[in-house]
């Protein structure tokens, strides 16, 4: 059988992709904040779980929930929150339109009301999400370019630090493709097809403690354009050591047939790249028990699918209310669907790596060859910028300004500038970095060389600058000083 995908609203009257049925999948554990949180000591002999955490416990996994605020004085939703969750997602409450609402002015005081809820009931916490097409900060309709990447990063820094050591899965970007499988068109696609890498090394840089996700919708089936162009992309971030830890699967089937025959293939084989799985905003239209319990089983049969999180807890919670596709009905009393993903969670064959032998492995797979440095001071509190180094005389001209620094590395900024009267078409910027440093990143330039002289040209879009215009190109270096670079140049052709 096949039926159209789910999509969010704003897409529903438009990408009508079909999938086929089938498959099947579920979760990971749970405790306090994640700076303290132990992995469940799995153990399939055990007796089965009555609540849906403690069933996923028993393989290693969790099962999780999304909660808006408004949730936090329903006191319905909070019972069934903690007795059957471990793991909670803020609806919209960490978006960036949320924690970001003007430019460098950022709010979590609705984040930290579902963060502190969620960890002081012995739940872990996914944070949704850094950067996205969609609730952005309105001061970002303004910006474009080199300074909406900027922004970008800025965001990302800003929110990390806040939540950074306590948060077990950051969602760093949302829904970045389309349906064909190529890029999403997008403001943030438009700074540059690097955006997303970017951002998971700004994220890595910004708290290496927690687990880095991409995340999408209509990504399920696995012979979709859409779920390959995902798979692709994070196939080539492993090979290249861009920091990435994990995908999530939104998994928001519709028309009451909408798994895919070969779910657990995909998550297989995303699990085959070296990354987590999660199932991370689950709803079935009327809550279909095959395909509920269908979705979980897949889960539970890849080792690396770590969780299964519902967007929201009963049917009056859902998005898609009208559809009754959550596992508890209007009145909080578990559906025929909540059954079927019980005992799926129960018939685990697999457990999740690493959660049957020590208990307290950390969140964070190791990082790459590239990834940046250990750890990072928060951006609210960056080091005083070092003296500007000026370029050689001419038109372009190169000034260097210090953004952040730890103790193995820094973060970098040059601004390049037009002095002259006429248009520059193109500029490289050489630099000379101190000795055992290498650079992890450029954004918003491409770079030939990693340490000693470097040059930084231009990327496609910021080589134009007109008289007296500038542009900004940014770097992360890791190193165990933190000296700033120097013997700028900046020529044109
Ligand atoms: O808070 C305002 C309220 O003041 C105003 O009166 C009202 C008028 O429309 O809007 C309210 O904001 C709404 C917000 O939810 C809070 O309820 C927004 O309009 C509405 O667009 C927003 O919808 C959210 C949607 O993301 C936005 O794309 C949904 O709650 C949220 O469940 C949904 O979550 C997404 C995931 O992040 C990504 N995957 C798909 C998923 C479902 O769409």
Redesign the pocket.
């Known amino acids: 059988m096949e039926s159209q995908m789910r999509d969010?609203?704003?897409r529903r009257a438009r990408g009508r992709t079909r999938l086929l049925l089938g498959g099947v999948c579920a979760a990971v554990i749970a405790v306090a904040s994640v700076a303290m949180t132990t992995l469940a000591h799995a153990d399939l002999s055990g007796p089965p779980g009555s609540t849906l955490k403690a069933a996923a416990e028993r393989s290693g996994r969790y099962f999780g929930a999304?909660m808006?605020g408004d949730r936090l004085s329903d006191s319905g939703f909070l019972t069934i929150a903690n007795r059957e969750f471990d793991m909670m997602t803020a609806?919209?409450e960490m978006?960036p339109d949320a924690t970001e609402p003007n430019s460098g002015q950022f709010t979590f005081s609705s984040g930290d009301a579902i963060y502190n809820w969620a960890t002081q009931h012995g739940m872990r916490v996914r944070g949704?999400?850094l950067a996205?097409h969609?609730?952005q900060p309105r001061f970002w309709a303004n910006l474009s370019g080199s300074s909406l990447r900027a922004a970008m990063i800025e965001h990302i820094n800003g929110v990390m630090a806040h939540y950074k050591g306590k948060l077990a899965y950051w969602d760093v970007v949302?829904?970045a493709f389309a349906e064909n499988g190529s890029r999403r068109s997008s403001n943030l696609q438009s700074t540059g097809n690097d955006w997303i890498e970017v951002a998971f090394r700004t994220a890595r840089a910004a708290d290496p403690s927690v687990k880095l996700c991409y995340?999408d919708?209509n990504i399920e089936n696995w012979t979709y354009a859409k779920t390959q162009g995902v798979y692709n992309m994070i196939r080539d971030f492993k090979s290249r050591g861009v920091p990435i830890d994990c995908v999530g699967l939104?998994t928001?089937f519709t028309g009451g047939s909408s798994l895919p025959s070969n779910f657990q293939t995909t998550l297989s084989s995303f699990g085959a790249l070296g990354v987590d799985v999660a199932l991370t905003?689950a709803d079935v239209t009327n809550a279909s028990t095959s395909q509920y319990g269908g979705l979980t089983q897949a889960c539970m049969s890849v080792p690396r699918c770590v969780g299964i999180t519902t967007?929201?807890i009963r049917d009056s919670d859902s998005?898609r209310g009208s559809e009754n596709p959550l596992l508890f009905d209007r009145n909080s009393s578990p559906k025929p669907a909540y059954t079927s993903v019980l005992n799926a969670l129960n018939a685990a064959s697999t457990t999740v790596p690493g959660s049957s032998t020590s208990p307290s492995s950390p969140p964070v797979s190791s990082p790459p060859v590239s990834s940046p440095p250990a750890s990072s001071p928060p951006v609210s509190s960056p080091p005083p910028s070092s003296p500007p180094v000026t370029g050689q005389p001419g038109t372009c001209t190169a000034a260097f300004r210090m953004v952040n620094t730890w103790g193995g590395g820094y973060q970098g900024e040059v601004t390049v500038a037009n002095g002259g009267s006429t248009a520059l078409n193109g500029w490289t910027v050489r630099l000379t970095l101190a000795g055992g440093q290498t650079i992890a990143n450029v954004w918003n330039g491409v770079n030939t060389g990693t340490s000693g002289t470097v040059s930084v040209r231009n990327a496609d879009y910021n080589g134009t600058l007109g008289p007296n215009a500038t542009t900004t190109f940014g770097f992360l270096v890791n190193g165990s000083t933190n000296t700033a670079p120097g013997s700028f140049s900046c020529t044109s052709p």
Do not use: D, L, M, S
């Open positions: 969010v609203p704003r999304a808006g609806v919209n978006k949704h999400t996205w969609a609730q949302n829904e995340n919708y939104q928001h905003e967007w929201g998005w």
